[in-house]
């Protein structure tokens, strides 16, 4: 299995599209690309990986995992499953569409498990939103329509066609505000979503490289980025962001953090340490926003962090 394969994850509720989307990606696979699709049916009996198979794509590779959620009951059968495809068919591409009713973080956590990590490469996760169905009570009140939301690096507005301009701005504007920012928030129609998506350019060589930004004349951002792999203690992690807050010139601080086998949102003010759990897991990152005041650089709020491992 030395050949590595671009892995994306197309999520999203049921009914908001998943299929249709991938049908049309298929529509637009290059020319001397072998791509395979893993479907995930909560059912015993799959009707999604059928439709697939029936879209003309007679070279393509389906399999599906049905019986439950790929990182819960299923997930014996999706890691054997995924194998097989890897070493059989060695795509190009592979296509995962998980059920709309389990956790998509969890089968991130699996495909960074060591025996799958080495041949795969985790593109683009995208996540299809019906903006129709969009509400802040409903990203409270049920995790498993926020963990995809939270999770994705795209969002795909779809059946914009039957939302009226308000709900699209609805989804539009909560996107626009989250940490960290999606790669791209877009509307389709049917699932029609151009195949250039699938690539984001992530790559591991940028992980754990600190970088400065200036936000404006007034506002300074020291910003961190770690590997997934590296995992930080929660209890650390609080103490030093009590420390921090306190410091002349913090303004706020954000930060995404793997903490044991969850990952945290740290939301700081000079008032309060706000933590809670969050599905995201691209990497860890953290970012200090200050008036200019504060007198610690990147290299020395790195060293900080690097002690919170361990």
């Known amino acids: 299995m030395s050949k590595i394969a671009h892995v994306n994850l197309i999520t999203g509720s049921l009914g908001s599209g998943k299929t249709?989307?991938?049908l049309n990606l298929l529509k637009q696979r290059p020319t001397g690309?072998?791509?395979a699709v893993l479907v995930n049916e909560f059912g015993d009996q799959g009707i999604d990986g059928a439709i697939i198979a029936a879209s003309g794509e007679g070279s393509l590779a389906i399999s599906e995992v049905a019986g439950g959620?790929?990182?819960?009951?299923?997930?014996?059968?999706?890691?054997?499953?995924?194998?097989?495809?890897?070493r059989e068919r060695r795509p190009d591409r592979l296509l995962i569409e998980p059920t709309g009713l389990g956790h998509a973080?969890?089968?991130?956590?699996?495909?960074?498990?060591?025996e799958l990590a080495d041949p795969i490469r985790l593109d683009e996760i995208l996540c299809l939103v019906d903006a129709r169905e969009f509400s802040p009570a409903r990203l409270r009140d049920s995790s498993l329509y926020a963990n995809p939301l939270q999770l994705a690096d795209v969002l795909i507005l779809n059946k914009a066609d039957l939302a009226c301009e308000q709900q699209l701005k609805a989804v539009e504007d909560w996107a626009e505000r989250l940490y960290p920012p999606k790669q791209a928030i877009v509307r389709a129609i049917h699932g029609n979503i151009d195949a250039a998506l699938l690539q984001g350019g992530h790559s591991t060589r940028e992980c754990g490289t600190p970088f400065h930004r200036a936000e404006d004349t007034r506002?300074?951002?020291?910003?961190?980025r770690f590997p997934p792999e590296r995992v930080f203690s929660r209890p650390k992690l609080r103490r030093l962001l009590d420390n921090l807050r306190l410091s002349p010139g913090v303004l706020r601080i954000k930060?995404?953090?793997?903490t044991g086998k969850e990952w945290t949102l740290a939301n700081v003010t000079?008032?309060?340490?706000?933590?809670?759990?969050?599905?995201?897991r691209r990497d860890?990152?953290?970012?200090?926003?200050?008036?200019?005041?504060?007198?610690l650089n990147v290299p020395a709020l790195q060293n900080l962090f690097d002690t919170l491992t361990g």
């Open 20 to 22: 249709s989307t991938i």
């Open 33 to 35: 690309e072998s791509w």
């Open 69 to 86: 959620c790929l990182c819960c009951a299923a997930g014996v059968s999706f890691r054997v499953a995924i194998t097989r495809l890897l």
């Open 105 to 114: 973080s969890g089968i991130i956590d699996i495909l960074r498990e060591p």
């Open 219 to 224: 506002q300074h951002s020291l910003s961190l």
């Open 255 to 258: 930060a995404i953090l793997r």
């Open 270 to 280: 000079p008032d309060s340490v706000e933590l809670s759990p969050i599905s995201y």
């Open 284 to 295: 860890s990152r953290v970012e200090l926003i200050h008036d200019g005041q504060f007198t």
